[in-house]
């Protein structure tokens, strides 16, 4: 699952809404709206963005925020270490084989470190 994927069905479910009735109503297909919940699909496009926050009446720091959360959501990450050292490249390549292994917490301990 996606930040933005995570945050659209907490919204969905707060207020009640089936997959199918927020598809319906967004224009999208069910299936299209589970794959982007769950992260098997890439950020939403600006009008989809556009759609939900009319959808949920998301305006000004809620609307950023999805917003926020749909830049870092792209379910598949190329990351170009041309030109940076020898570390920085093996470190991107050991996260991409091990991301899957890594516990939970230790997810969000790098993710705190990175936010510094």
Not at 29 to 35: H, K
Not at 85 to 111: G, H, Q
Request: hydrophobic content about 45%; aromatic content about 4%.
């Amino acid at each position: 699952m996606t930040p933005f994927g995570r945050r659209l069905r907490a919204l969905r479910e707060a207020r009640g809404i089936s997959q199918a009735a927020l598809a319906a109503a967004l224009h999208v297909s069910p299936a299209y709206l589970s794959a982007l919940e769950h992260g098997r699909r890439g950020r939403p496009s600006a009008g989809l963005m556009h759609q939900v926050c009319e959808h949920f009446g998301l305006i000004w720091d809620e609307a950023e925020e999805m917003a926020r959360l749909a830049r870092l959501s792209h379910p598949r990450v190329v990351v170009d270490t041309s030109g940076l050292s020898p570390e920085a490249t093996e470190l991107a390549n050991r996260l991409s084989r091990r991301i899957r292994e890594l516990p939970e917490a230790r997810v969000r301990e790098m993710l705190a470190l990175l936010a510094e």
